[in-house]
């Protein structure tokens, strides 16, 4: 496979200082491989400044859910990205995709990681769908005319994915499907949802793949949960009560969701992973920008060495989760395995971004611990990133088994 010709894009518009309350000031040089890709992570970094930006505090503080948002971003093309442009998308290498990710974590977490979810949630249709199916159903989940949401986890059931217990029973229209979900982001604002569910009794061989569209009769959902961020995504229980599915709604063969969940699962770490790095560069950018602004003993807190080198470790560790994450992006685009890859993007990537926003509420001091400044609110967004899409103990544990190789018998965990 040649190599391709990166081109090389950065932030042209960065000037000292700028970024008190937010704004950027740390240059982000970027590789991207052609120089479509580059244009296209510039446009979504414009739109996520000049839109999201200015939205995201209001919005977070008021738990308002920016479906528009999202909407806007499936006509950029985003949405459909790393899809192939049959399908609808864009036919982007994913190390594009997740660059433009990036940028719109930057300006707006809540944002990013529903992006994140919605474009996993298209996985098992754009790559185990029927033709049919993907030129019924694809289009309007690429082009965000309809927004999708990925429903595998359960009460008793989150790393656990052959201990699920949500039926799909055969019935006369194709199948009725029983059970409850949890933690599902656009829960009751999702168009389709991208539900897991046992067929038979035996686990995990039963376990398959269906989309349940948002208004299906027995189709219901709990209440919206409350969390320490994230407050404009929207996270809540799914409650299957004998939803009909028919059989052009389901995704593979029965028996091979496990397999599909899992693939799923691979390229979502890695669009939380992307966020997580979005994230981290917005608190680092805080924190620089403040730190040349704010002056103690008569000259600015960046000019301390104590400074610099906190400074310099943040900087480190989010440099460090971004060549994760592309490393890990771009053998998903040579077609090489990236398991352990994305295990270790997500594991690298979320505590960088637990530890860098943590030090930027340091580097403000008494206005980092205000809701006047964004680094509290970075702070409480960045522990979740530890958390969904498998938890950090999962991804060392994913990690320790890609290393070992297989042990013997059917592993349990969320790969």
Same mark, same amino acid.
């Given at each position: ?11 042209? $518009? ?20 052609? $120089? ?31 479906? $528009? ?39 707006? =977490? ?9 474009? =996993? ?192 470790? =943040? ?17 998903? $685009? ?44 970075? =702070? ?36």
């Amino acid at each position: 496979m040649a190599v391709p010709p990166y081109c090389r894009w950065y932030r042209s $518009d960065v000037r000292p200082g700028a970024g008190g309350r937010g704004g950027p000031t740390v240059a982000v040089e970027r590789l991207l491989p052609t $120089d479509e890709g580059a244009e296209l992570v510039a446009l979504v970094r414009e739109v996520a400044r000049a839109e999201l930006v200015p939205r995201a505090a209001a919005d977070e503080a008021a738990g308002r859910y920016p479906r $528009d948002v999202f909407a806007m971003l499936g006509g950029l093309g985003l949405l459909g990205m790393p899809y192939p442009e049959e399908l609808g998308g864009l036919g982007q290498p994913y190390e594009v995709y997740l660059q433009a990710l990036e940028e719109v974590a930057a300006a707006w =977490m809540s944002v990013g990681v529903g992006v994140s979810v919605h474009v =996993m949630s298209c996985h098992p249709l754009a790559t185990w769908g029927t033709p049919a199916q993907q030129e019924r159903l694809l289009p309007d989940l690429v082009g965000g005319d309809r927004l999708g949401a990925y429903a595998l986890s359960e009460p008793q059931a989150g790393s656990d994915i052959a201990g699920l217990t949500s039926r799909a029973k055969r019935s006369d229209e194709g199948y009725a499907l029983h059970g409850t979900k949890a933690w599902v982001t656009h829960g009751s604002q999702a168009d389709v949802y991208t539900v897991f569910a046992r067929v038979g009794e035996s686990p995990p061989a039963g376990l398959t793949c269906f989309l349940v569209p948002g208004d299906a009769p027995g189709l219901g959902f709990g209440a919206p949960e409350r969390k320490m961020g994230l407050s404009s995504s929207v996270t809540a229980g799914l409650h299957l009560d004998g939803v009909a599915v028919g059989d052009d709604r389901r995704i593979g063969a029965e028996g091979q969701g496990m397999r599909i969940a899992l693939s799923a699962l691979d390229s979502g770490r890695l669009g939380i992973a992307a966020c997580a790095t979005g994230l981290a560069q917005a608190a680092l950018d805080l924190a620089v920008g403040y730190a040349q602004e704010r002056r103690q003993f008569g000259r600015a807190v960046a000019e301390f060495q104590g400074m610099q080198f906190l400074l310099a470790d =943040m900087a480190a560790a989010v440099d460090s989760a971004r060549a994760t994450y592309l490393l890990a992006a771009r053998k998903r $685009d040579a077609g090489m395995a990236f398991t352990r890859d994305a295990a270790v993007a997500k594991l690298v990537a979320t505590d960088a971004a637990m530890r860098v926003t943590t030090d930027a509420v340091q580097v403000l001091g008494g206005y980092g611990y205000t809701t006047d400044f964004p680094a509290e609110r970075f =702070m409480r967004e960045a522990k979740v990133t530890q958390i969904f899409e498998g938890t950090n103990q999962i991804q060392r544990l994913v990690i320790g088994r890609q290393l070992l190789g297989s042990l013997g018998g059917s592993s349990r965990a969320a790969r």
